[in-house]
């Protein structure tokens, strides 16, 4: 047998029972694809299913708020993934007559599609002829072919495609691209590959000359910026409601139109007695205030940015000055704003 046939008979009796591969339905894939991108399938599993029982149409997730779809995906990190969805649901309302288009070339410019999410949904949903890109893929074909160009630049990515092209089986191009990833997924490990019971190893030059993990090849080192985040949890106690100021997120830097809490930020650790408390006045623009204590340090990690995170507990007794652009909500009801993790792993701690 062939590399296809072998591939798509180990398929057929392996592969993972997801219900994103019962449907042909464009909509549902294109969540799917999305939601699982940078995500680990076992991860997002129950991330599809809540987002689709809410928004089961591209009709009801574009007639939605903005911040619903955001706090449906709280947890998930990369949440431009769920502010491009939303935008890409209302260009298919707009540009597309709420019809989610059938041909590449117009699934493309929706916004966050890329290459592999548009071949993925062109392959899945409408049988058409793309092979699919991602990093299992992409392991997969460099180990089997022995490929010595590194794949995290255009030249091995379009070696790769060029191979692809050569193997998918036009008569079954969705069953070729599910069960390529899967293989990468379960078989052909990044760390340990199963190489023994891979059904492609007789075809593999990176196990017949024992070098699994010498591929695949890359050249780029992910260079990490160090944050620091001072996070201030006013507290006020009013007409014996507890309430707690929260800030949205507006600028165009990580966790866009999501809130998290007045915060001070810094390229490097501060001195918690002498800056903070000078950093603090500034934004009560008093000093009547009663720090009751400062967190423990919270580390949240992002693929660019390492950040370490200390929540000052503050109380005050009237209100900040309608100036700030905080907004002044119940303690009770922060969870119905979507919040990062960093910010939900705090509230979980110390139960605001």
Not at 60 to 66: N, P, S, V
Not at 99 to 124: C, E, Q, R, T, W
Not at 267 to 287: G, P, Q, R, T, Y
Request: charged share 20%; with cysteine; aromatic share 14%.
């Amino acid at each position: 047998m062939n590399f296809s046939t072998k591939l798509l008979h180990w398929y057929k009796y392996n592969h993972r029972d997801l219900p994103w591969r019962n449907t042909q339905n464009p909509y549902l894939i294109w969540i799917s694809e999305i939601i699982l991108q940078q995500t680990r399938v076992n991860q997002g599993y129950q991330y599809y299913l809540r987002f689709i029982e809410k928004f089961p149409d591209v009709q009801t997730l574009a007639k939605a708020e903005e911040e619903d779809v955001l706090k449906l995906w709280q947890g998930l990190g990369y949440y431009s993934r769920a502010r491009n969805i939303y935008y890409a649901a209302q260009q298919i309302i707009s540009d597309f007559n709420g019809v989610f288009p059938s041909d590449y070339h117009d699934i493309i410019k929706l916004k966050g599609i890329g290459n592999y999410s548009a071949s993925a949904i062109a392959s899945f949903a409408f049988k058409q002829c793309y092979p699919v890109i991602d990093g299992n893929v992409l392991r997969v074909i460099s180990r089997i072919y022995g490929i010595s160009t590194p794949i995290d630049i255009d030249k091995g990515k379009k070696e790769v495609l060029s191979i692809l092209k050569t193997l998918i089986d036009e008569q079954n191009p969705d069953i070729f691209n599910q069960a390529i990833m899967e293989l990468g997924a379960m078989v052909c490990l990044p760390q340990n590959p199963k190489c023994e019971t891979c059904p492609l190893n007789a075809l593999c030059f990176a196990t017949s000359n024992k070098i699994m993990h010498d591929f695949p090849v890359k050249t780029k080192k992910i260079n990490q910026r160090s944050r620091f985040f001072y996070y201030l949890v006013i507290r006020l106690t009013y007409n014996n409601t507890e309430f707690v100021y929260l800030n949205k997120r507006t600028n165009n830097d990580i966790w866009k139109n999501m809130y998290d809490f007045p915060l001070i930020e810094s390229e490097k650790e501060m001195d918690v007695a002498e800056d903070i408390s000078f950093e603090i006045e500034k934004i009560l623009k008093s000093n009547n205030y009663n720090l009751k204590k400062v967190s423990r340090m919270y580390r949240h990690q992002l693929t660019h940015q390492a950040i370490s995170a200390y929540f000052f507990d503050i109380k005050i007794t009237t209100p900040l000055a309608e100036t700030t652009n905080f907004i002044m909500v119940p303690s009770s009801e922060i969870n119905i704003y979507p919040i990062p993790k960093l910010v939900d792993n705090y509230l979980k701690d110390n139960c605001v």
